[in-house]
């Protein structure tokens, strides 16, 4: 699922703006820079906490 919300809230943010994505699925760790290497949008961090997994993506063109 946090694939598909990326999906859904990247055409609603600005060019530059930042998406938090919170996961517990350690899949997040290969998926979200997957999804955006195909989409052309930019993977800023990855930060796993004791329960969650906190990933930042930027928006790019």
Do not use: F
């Not at 938090?20 to 997957?34: F, Q, R, Y």
Request: aromatic letters at 2%; one cysteine or more.
């Amino acid at each position: 699922m946090p694939v598909i919300r990326l999906g859904e809230m990247i055409d609603k943010v600005e060019i530059g703006d930042t998406i938090e994505i919170l996961a517990t699925d350690p899949g997040v760790h290969h998926d979200i820079p997957a999804w955006c290497k195909v989409h052309g949008h930019k993977v800023i961090e990855i930060q796993e906490n004791s329960d969650e997994i906190v990933i930042l993506v930027e928006k790019i063109g």
